[in-house]
């Protein structure tokens, strides 16, 4: 079984998140960057899919050189080898097509994906991808198991689950419970020197949507106490300063 | 403990010195410190108990031996990598990184340097996985910054040694499968040799009542007349430069693993001083705290400058032991100092398990003394810059 994993190269969950003074770009200095926590999760699952099969796990990243890190550590968990199409990601129509290309001359049984990427958000990869291929799609995955030529797969949908069952090959979307991430070890960052990276040029793909700007939430204005004994103050300050009663 | 927040700092843009393999190597430590460490190193900590199942996970994570060659089990990696890896550990704990230091340092490192190949094929792969534990034999109850007057000694029985003495306030010896021991021949020559587990004569009492390193295994090694075989001497080194040359790659360790502690308290100091609020504002807005923090993150970053440099000499083969000795003791005096400073800015809830101000405050106290102390580091530099030897 060969399964190919898509990982995106993400800012730490934990960085300070900055726009250039014209709010059209991410400022990406001394920010760290990681695999998108979801991808991590698909990942693991299709190492575990793999493990003592014979399978072989491939992981695809759409991105120029200084993602190349981000890979290595994919390789390091136990990725085989890895493919980066090299071309910095620019909406997730340009992403899906890179992605799709590449599995139109190289076929996998299985394309995991994380259920969206914790930078932009965008949860449409992995469905325009099954649509591109013209295979199913599945998203918010919580449980994958194989039986032959098909996979079991549990949903989580509103107020409860859905199991359904798709043939391969197909995508799907990882969400949280189908793995636990795994921690590199020193055998895997030690052998991920020398497992195969390629790089392949992207296709050309039809601009269809610009960012025009971005802008940051709303900062949440400090909060004022008012003490229990002046209950009083609370309406005056509903009436004369929200005006909302 | 409460969630582990840790982020660490790196004032000074550290890490474009770095490989992105040694990020990775760090951050992987990391991850599994927060993971398998954090959650219940308070509570180890507070019942005195070694939690065995990290051994596994050092091993898994390249705790023992990263710079011991692969075809002996070790990792191959280089020094800054080790150092990163201590400092990880003893973000965590003092005493997780100790147990890896002595696996690495003071047992793998000398099988390594001063064994044969059969000592070297037999232990180094065991110590690696961690199937083996070792631990590290020089200090006796009456000798401590003084090696070289050890009452431990071997005499010759024509087809083995008999071993007699004690060694004391030995880091694994609970455990320990194996031990490396030092002791002198009938010709007062230091001599280091692999002793094993189940040796006959060869005991190993636990020391209890430790108010520091509580969650690393400490004990004795009594020899009552245990018969040495004499394969298990290593045969390329006679005198005190084999543990010297022992201790030189434990102190680098320790060097790079006391910034681990000192950014843990600071990081926990920084975060506690921006959301404890006094007088309606956060305490980080008094004049008195930010001297704090801001000392803090100057010697910090200093420490980390230092370090990074002695890893690049150690790389090249030139760190002196002298340039080891101004490390170790600046670092772990540095990350006591922190401790204290961060125990002050958590006011009473720093003396509590919720954080891990006391526990690292606890256990410097023990890392500033072991290894050589405080005071015998500054000698071994002045020595160095004087040429004069203030020790005796």
Request: charged letters at 25%.
């Amino acid at each position: 079984m060969k399964i190919l994993v898509c990982i995106s190269n993400v800012p730490d969950t934990t960085a300070k998140i900055n726009f250039t003074s014209d709010n059209k770009e991410f400022v990406s200095a001394g920010v760290t960057y990681i695999i998108n926590p979801y991808d991590e999760i698909a990942l693991a699952r299709a190492l575990e899919l793999t493990e003592g099969t014979g399978g072989t796990v491939t992981v695809i990243n759409v991105g120029d050189a200084t993602t190349e890190p981000t890979i290595r550590k994919a390789l390091a968990i136990g990725a085989a080898d890895a493919v980066r199409i090299n071309a910095v990601p620019r909406d997730a129509y340009f992403v899906s097509k890179q992605i799709a290309e590449y599995v139109k001359q190289n076929p996998f049984d299985m394309i995991l994906c994380g259920r969206e990427s914790s930078d932009y958000n965008g949860t449409s990869v992995p469905m325009m991808v099954a649509e591109m291929l013209g295979i199913p799609s599945v998203s918010s995955t919580k449980k994958l198991t194989v039986d032959g030529s098909s996979a079991t797969i549990e949903r989580e949908i509103e107020g409860g689950k859905e199991i359904i069952s798709v043939p391969m090959p197909f995508v799907a979307g990882a969400s949280e419970g189908m793995s636990e991430p795994k921690i590199p070890n020193m055998r895997g960052i030690m052998s991920a020197r020398t497992k195969p990276l390629k790089v392949v040029e992207a296709v050309p793909v039809p601009e269809l949507a610009k960012v025009v700007s971005f802008d940051k939430p709303v900062q949440r204005s400090s909060v004022k106490l008012i003490s229990p004994d002046d209950a009083g103050k609370l309406w005056e300050m509903l009436r004369d300063e929200k005006k909302v009663i | 403990m409460a969630q582990d927040r840790f982020q660490s700092h790196d004032y000074y843009l550290m890490d474009e010195l770095l490989t992105e393999e040694h990020k990775l190597i760090r951050s992987s430590v990391r991850d599994w410190v927060k993971k398998e460490v954090s959650p219940v190193v308070e509570e180890a900590c507070q019942k005195a108990t070694f939690p065995k199942q990290w051994i596994k996970g050092l091993a898994e994570i390249g705790g023992f031996g990263p710079y011991i060659p692969e075809e002996y089990g070790g990792g191959g990696l280089d020094q800054v990598s080790y150092g990163l890896i201590m400092q990880e550990l003893e973000r965590g704990d003092s005493g997780l990184r100790s147990t890896a230091s002595v696996q690495s340092s003071l047992v793998m490192y000398p099988i390594y340097t001063y064994g044969s190949e059969e000592q070297r094929k037999k232990y180094l792969p065991k110590l690696a996985s961690g199937e083996w534990m070792g631990c590290f034999g020089l200090t006796e109850p009456d000798h401590g910054s003084n090696p070289g007057g050890m009452l431990s000694n071997i005499k010759d029985k024509g087809d083995h040694f008999l071993l007699n003495g004690s060694k004391m306030w030995i880091s694994n010896a609970p455990f320990a499968d194996v031990a490396v021991v030092w002791a002198k021949d009938e010709q007062g020559i230091i001599r280091g040799m692999v002793l094993e587990r189940g040796m006959k004569g060869f005991t190993t009492p636990e020391t209890h009542g430790k108010w520091s390193l509580r969650a690393s295994a400490t004990g004795e090694l009594v020899f009552d007349n245990v018969k040495v075989p004499k394969e298990n001497i290593f045969p390329n080194v006679k005198g005190l430069k084999g543990p010297l040359g022992c201790l030189n790659s434990a102190r680098y360790g320790i060097a790079w693993g006391a910034i681990g502690a000192a950014l843990d308290c600071y990081d926990s100091a920084l975060r506690y001083a921006k959301e404890r609020v006094q007088f309606g504002k956060p305490i980080a807005s008094f004049q008195l705290t930010q001297k704090k923090l801001a000392e803090m993150i100057t010697e910090i970053t200093k420490a980390q400058l230092l370090t990074w440099r002695l890893g690049v000499l150690k790389n090249e083969n030139r760190a002196t032991p002298a340039q080891i000795s101004m490390a170790k003791r600046n670092n772990v005096n540095m990350a006591l100092q922190v401790a204290r400073e961060a125990r002050q800015i958590h006011g009473g809830m720093g003396i509590t398990g919720e954080y891990p101000i006391m526990r690292h405050m606890m256990n410097l106290e023990s890392v500033i003394t072991y290894e050589g102390t405080h005071d015998i580091h500054l000698l071994i530099t002045g020595m160095d810059v004087t040429g004069i030897n203030a020790f005796e």
